[in-house]
């Protein structure tokens, strides 16, 4: 059994304008698509990258507020009867990284309220530092409880 290749009609072999512009339009179809994800996937790197940062300067304001201006309270005359909390930073200085505007701040508080007796009997402090940052005022909140210096 033989095979015989069958000829067009013109006596010619090749592609048919129609078949090249359909192999053209699939070609730019996937080409966009592809370059869709490509620039979904620079898109969700960047946003994760300003989280980490974020995520970062928070903690270490945590970190150095937790240590040395909460732990020291050993009196009741920084947080007036009125209100149990103080504020250590508010700050909104652009910082590398992370989208304008950003506004960083770490508070003090005393949750059971602040006495001679709740301090000598070491009531912990609540230290929460908060960075808000960008258009959409994405907001990354660290807290903890350090003891009191009395």
């Not at 072999?13 to 730019?28: C, S, Y």
């Not at 602040?114 to 912990?124: E, F, K, R, V």
């Amino acid at each position: 059994m033989t095979i015989r290749r069958r000829r067009n009609r013109g006596g010619t072999e090749g592609f048919t304008v129609v078949e090249v512009v359909v192999a053209i339009v699939i070609m730019a179809i996937f080409i966009a698509v592809i370059f869709r994800l490509f620039i979904l996937q620079i898109q969700v790197g960047t946003g994760w990258l300003q989280y980490e940062n974020a995520e970062q300067l928070a903690y270490n304001n945590l970190k150095k507020y937790s240590r040395y201006a909460a732990a020291q309270t050993d009196s009741c005359t920084d947080y007036p009867t009125s209100s149990t909390q103080k504020t250590l930073l508010s700050s909104s200085t652009p910082v590398d990284g992370l989208p304008s505007p950003v506004v960083q701040s770490v508070i003090s508080q005393m949750p059971y309220g602040c006495s001679d007796d709740l301090l000598t009997n070491g009531y912990p402090v609540q230290i929460i530092s908060t960075v808000t940052y960008g258009p959409n005022a994405k907001k990354i909140i660290h807290a903890t409880y350090v003891g009191t210096g009395g």
